[in-house]
């Protein structure tokens, strides 16, 4: 099978995704009072922001249980269209583009398109990938030669056969350490390992940070790994009974593979609200991260509105933290109640 296709049928059409009039970006803020980021984790938030993000359509390669990427349908972007919202981007002072899909190594333009953008002034370009491509001999020093500088490689569990599970891909454990093979041996490339933490990570963290920590000293560029909360939406939601795990649960998890790593790595979290007992925030990249949009036409920046499937509780308002928060989403809610969120004061 080659694993550069992406996963339809072959029956399905692909749609083309509508012309944007904004774009989501992220920036750098300043944290609350009282709470230093950990310099490694500084570092990490100024290499992924500011940023646009750069959508090239849901099509993938896999199928992975806890995806949160709407799939009901299938839709590509549209070159000039991508071209059209990178140089909007530039023009308003943007000029790293985060790359996201679906899969965007699977997009058929994207070698083409990323020199384009490129030559329009994109100075730096952010890839978030399954990594079954990057397994490919070659393909990792095409995109770094195309401007890609950053890579953040998903990879949920070290155990073979929890990873076929959770990526419902048989040959993603060995494409996967293929793909780790290369960027270690890259030193044109920073990555960051991204985790999405479920349940099947419960009682093996220590087992999943001493591979992260054999892995890290491998790499030519320190790498970073970044765990974020399990979102409940999409296919995740539809797998929830599977996957799911408490936002205590969630948290503890993320707070034994900080202790496990800190000092060997850099490791920081996203998407887990700053509530939750035991999270030290010095490693939260939500604190340091700010979520926006630009209007392409007039460059008019407006903050993110909380996500639309997310929320905040009774308790959230006297919290010091609000402003920082990612919040909750609120099947979380529907099915775990409100009573793992306190304030912070
Ligand atoms: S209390 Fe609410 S606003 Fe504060 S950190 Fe928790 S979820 Fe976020």
């Given at each position: 099978?080659?694993h ?48 646009f ?22 839709y ?14 530039v ?38 990938t399954?990594?079954?491509?990057l ?19 998903s ?11 959770l ?15 290369s960027?270690?041996?890259?030193d ?10 479920t349940?099947?990570?419960?009682g ?8 992260c920590?054999?892995?890290a ?11 974020a ?12 009974p ?7 649960a ?45 209007d ?30 990612p ?8 099915a ?10």
């Amino acid at each position: 099978m080659d694993h550069r296709k992406d996963h339809r049928s072959g029956t399905e059409p692909i749609l083309e995704k509508a012309l944007p009039r904004s774009v989501d970006v992220r920036h750098l803020r300043a944290l609350p009072s009282g709470i230093a980021p950990k310099a490694e984790v500084q570092d990490w938030a100024e290499r992924l922001a500011p940023a646009f993000y750069l959508d090239v359509g849901n099509v993938c390669n896999q199928h992975c249980l806890y995806c949160a990427v709407p799939r009901d349908k299938a839709y590509r972007a549209q070159c000039q269209d991508v071209e059209w919202v990178a140089s909007s981007a530039v023009g308003h002072g943007y000029d790293c583009a985060a790359l996201i899909g679906g899969e965007p190594t699977v997009w058929p333009n994207l070698i083409p398109t990323l020199k384009t953008i490129r030559e329009g002034g994109v100075a730096r370009v952010i890839l978030a990938t399954n990594g079954l491509t990057l397994a490919v001999p070659g393909v990792l020093q095409e995109l770094v030669a195309s401007g890609v500088d950053c890579v953040g490689l998903s990879l949920d569990d070290f155990a073979p056969v929890v990873q076929r599970r959770l990526t419902r891909h048989e040959d993603n454990p060995r494409l996967v350490a293929a793909a780790l093979e290369s960027l270690a041996a890259s030193d044109a490339v920073h990555t960051y390992v991204y985790t999405v933490v479920t349940g099947a990570l419960s009682g093996r963290m220590a087992e999943h940070v001493a591979h992260c920590l054999e892995w890290a000293n491998r790499f030519c560029n320190p790498p970073a790994f970044i765990f974020a909360g399990l979102k409940p939406v999409a296919t995740a939601l539809h797998h929830w009974p599977e996957l799911a795990i408490s936002m205590a649960a969630t948290s503890q998890l993320v707070a034994e593979a900080i202790a496990g790593l800190a000092g060997g790595a850099a490791v920081a979290y996203r998407d887990i609200p700053l509530c939750q007992p035991g999270l030290p925030p010095a490693h939260s990249l939500d604190l340091a991260h700010e979520q926006g949009a630009i209007d392409l036409a007039s460059g008019c920046t407006r903050p993110a509105p909380l996500a639309r499937d997310r929320t905040f509780v009774a308790a959230c308002q006297g919290c010091r933290l609000r402003r920082w928060c990612p919040g909750i989403y609120q099947d979380y809610v529907a099915a775990y109640g409100d009573k793992e969120f306190q304030p912070v004061v």
